[in-house]
């Protein structure tokens, strides 16, 4: 399962404090990425066009093939 309002409400949180379009935006996900909430922020960062960074333990890193279906799906900038 995902969360995508929780998504959402972050994107809609960052425009409360950064003066710049989702497409000149990085959204740094810190610790356990792979979750159901990073997923869903990276998704979401994908669709608006916003960069996204994990930044995690190495056994923790997102799933492969869920960064690649972002990056297809979508065309978003995931690292």
């Given at each position: 399962l995902h969360?995508?309002?929780?998504?959402?409400a972050d994107f809609m949180t960052a425009t409360e404090?950064?003066?710049?379009?989702?497409?000149?935006m990085k959204i740094v996900?810190?610790?356990?990425?792979?979750?159901?909430?990073a997923y869903s922020l990276?998704?979401?960062?994908?669709?608006?066009?916003?960069?996204?960074?994990a930044l995690c333990p190495p056994?923790?890193?997102p799933e492969m093939d869920i960064?690649?279906?972002?990056?297809?799906a979508y065309g978003g900038t995931v690292e």
């Amino acid at each position: 399962l995902h969360h995508p309002t929780q998504a959402l409400a972050d994107f809609m949180t960052a425009t409360e404090y950064i003066d710049k379009p989702f497409h000149e935006m990085k959204i740094v996900f810190v610790g356990d990425a792979a979750n159901n909430v990073a997923y869903s922020l990276m998704i979401t960062a994908a669709k608006l066009g916003a960069k996204f960074v994990a930044l995690c333990p190495p056994t923790r890193r997102p799933e492969m093939d869920i960064v690649r279906m972002v990056r297809e799906a979508y065309g978003g900038t995931v690292e």
